[in-house]
């Protein structure tokens, strides 16, 4: 564990190589003598997978490679002192090259039109979006054990990369410790003369660590998809749709605790933040919800906190309270004093009574919740509300119908049964189409619903998905 403490301590001293500045180039060369050349490429190739994740392979290793190499040769006793930032000012300038070898980044040409140190910390602050289909397949036993005797150190970059593109979003901490994990298992029963007993004993020993990891790696992709307001929004509509008879002060506090774990982790270089925070917080979860749903109480009879995170997790939304309808909160209720969680209330209520997935309830609240906040700082709050509100109800009512409509039937039956279902609604709807222009409207309409008709949908996604099938609606 101290390893992998000391490759955690590296990390800032890896985007130091992009800054350029002495005193983390001191930094930098103790890490490479304490780390030793092989710990600090396999760092730098989990980093740099992460931070370009739609770079090549090939782009990649060339931009570890360039790293390693600086890095050595700028540490060595008897460089010139002006080694270090030239070679970085020359690695971050060959990066605006038109023939670079190295990842390229949609912000990397902004990044270009700078210079100096400006242009080497733009470059260092590029951030790609959240990955949010991850793609990696696990190959088997034989093909692992194939790709490893035949080349052990290609095979060992190759996972690295692959995985840290695919769940790049989880903490740095757990990418490096699952990859390294791994790693020596493949090493363990590849030699081995009993390999199948091994992976399967090694991967009994590991599954904690990798269900934390691609957990981490879901929870985090929200997080950076809609920051921390937006993710305390959509854990607070998840958490009502899965235990709609629950009450708001059951529910909140579970809302704002997660987001304040994903605020707190994700970001983190800690190698235990979240391997300490979920555990806890799935306590939390059955302490308040198990007896407000059924499937709620089955998680918490898991043997660990993980697999009970991880089936609350995937547990899906109940069916919704018929209740009166909720009416938008009043100006006094949102602005008056005291009055804190009347946006949390609505959202809550409208919640549990409303079956359509969270990223059509995110994407419609945000903006309308916002708008009414808006009339908080207008001279005339009751004024400005009463103009607004039956605009807000009549765009949140359609947009809600609109989405019930896309997601009608998929929920609650199998995939094959769905889109027998969604075929004869369209054929009802569109008498006169042709089988073949039917089964393209079905595949278009099945595949949107199998990405954005869930509960746990990509948001970064679905969000323009959301745009174009509203659009789609309203113009047939």
């Known amino acids: 564990m101290m390893r992998v403490l000391l490759l955690l301590l590296a990390v800032a001293f890896v985007h130091a190589l992009e800054r350029g500045r002495d005193y983390e180039k001191e930094k930098v060369c103790k890490e490479l003598t304490n780390l030793g050349k092989d710990d600090f490429t396999s760092l730098s190739m989990v980093l740099y997978s992460r931070k370009f994740p739609s770079g090549t392979f090939e782009q990649v290793s060339h931009l570890v490679k360039e790293v390693v190499s600086l890095t050595e040769a700028c540490c060595a006793e008897g460089a010139d002192p002006d080694c270090y930032d030239n070679r970085t000012s020359a690695l971050s300038a060959r990066s605006c090259e038109s023939d670079s070898p190295f990842p390229v980044h949609p912000g990397t040409s902004e990044c270009c039109t700078k210079e100096g140190l400006e242009k080497k910390l733009c470059m260092a602050a590029l951030k790609h979006q959240p990955q949010e289909f991850p793609t990696y397949i696990e190959p088997t036993n034989e093909e692992i054990c194939e790709a490893f005797r035949k080349d052990p150190k290609g095979f060992a970059d190759q996972f690295m990369y692959e995985y840290s593109i695919n769940y790049g979003q989880a903490p740095l901490s757990l990418l490096v410790s699952y990859t390294k994990s791994y790693l020596s298992m493949v090493g363990s029963c590849c030699t081995s003369q009993s390999s199948a007993a091994c992976f399967f004993k090694e991967r009994l020993q590991i599954k904690h660590l990798s269900l934390l990891t691609t957990i981490s790696n879901r929870l985090c992709s929200q997080y950076a998809a809609y920051g921390k307001e937006k993710s305390r929004l ?36 800690s190698e235990d933040c979240m391997a300490k925070e979920l555990p806890e917080h799935t306590v939390k979860i059955c302490d308040n919800l198990s007896t407000k749903n059924p499937k709620f109480k089955d998680c918490c009879q898991e043997k660990t906190p993980m697999d009970i995170l991880m089936c609350t997790y995937f547990t899906p939304a109940a069916q919704p309270l018929e209740l009166p309808a909720v009416e938008l909160p009043t100006s006094k209720d949102v602005c008056g004093k005291g009055n804190s969680k009347a946006m949390d209330r609505y959202t809550f209520e409208l919640s549990r009574r409303t079956h359509v997935p969270e990223v059509f309830l995110s994407k ?70 042709t089988d073949t222009e039917l089964e393209g409207l079905v595949g278009k309409h099945s595949d949107f619903a199998s990405k954005c008709c869930s509960i746990n949908s990509p948001p970064l996604y679905c969000d323009s998905e959301i745009d174009a099938e509203m659009k789609s609606t309203l113009q047939s």
């Not at 235990?243 to 970001?267: D, F, Y």
């Not at 005339?380 to 765009?395: D, G, Y």
Request: hydrophobic letters at 30%; proline letters at 5%.
């Open 234 to 269: 959509s854990h607070l509509i998840k958490l009502a749709q899965k235990a709609p008879t629950a009450n708001l002060e059951e529910v909140l506090p579970l809302a704002e605790g997660v987001t304040t774990i994903l605020s707190k982790c994700c970001e983190s270089t």
């Open 364 to 433: 419609i609240l945000e903006p309308t919740l916002k708008s009414l906040q808006e009339c908080c700082d207008s001279e005339h709050t009751t004024i400005c509300f009463n103009a607004k509100v039956p605009q807000l109800k009549k765009e949140l009512s359609s947009f809600i119908e609109k989405g019930q409509e896309l997601c009608a039937d998929y929920s609650e039956n199998t995939f094959t049964e769905y889109k027998k279902k969604l075929a004869e609604r369209l054929r009802t709807k569109l008498p006169d189409a």
